[in-house]
């Protein structure tokens, strides 16, 4: 895969697990960067406006770097998340637009190096769905990953952070009560979150040989 590289070099980067990024990117757009505005799902990664919420309140490097661009290189003092509504928006949307390969006048319709900057914003995002659910598996049981989970089902429940949300993990741990593995979890999901259990289906499906 011509993306490959960039994959590898990102995800080290960002301590995550390559074969993990690149079955994301096979499940969110078959590796096609184009976007979808009428969906809201940009980039190799499908990233949304949750997305990009994310990594500009997990990511405060990212967050700073985008904050710059967008007013004049001044860096911004104020947390992404205390700033008011009107402007976090605008910046959601300079985000998505950052990863839009949409190129009419390019081969094929697509920036192939728009593409590998979404795979670039793509870790920047799966690592801070890491710090987010490292922070709600606290809140929600009073322990920390490695007392509960194996690195393999830790991943699972960072992947269902990343498509389902913050709301439906907590929702799901709280209910299991004393969750000690992926599969105790994954049947606590509510209905309206059904999607985040599945989604790790999916994600599987592409690792497994």
Known sequence: NQYDPTILT???SNALPPKVVKAVIAVESQFWP???WTRGEIGLGQMTGYGADLVLMW???????ICRQAFGGKSCSTQYQFLDSSTQLFLRGLVLKEIDATCPSCAGGVDLEKGKQAIQVLTETLNAS????TRVIYLATGKSPAALLSF???WRLVLANYHAGAGCVYQA???TGNPNSWNSIAVNFSSGCAS?????RRIEGQIKP
């Open 130 to 133: 890491c710090l987010q659910s």
């Open 152 to 154: 393999e089902d830790y």
């Open 10 to 12: 990102y995800s080290r």
């Open 196 to 200: 985040g259990a599945e989604y790790i």
């Open 59 to 65: 990511r405060p490097d990212y967050y700073q770097s």
């Open 34 to 36: 184009a976007a979808n």
């Open 173 to 175: 741990l709280r209910k």
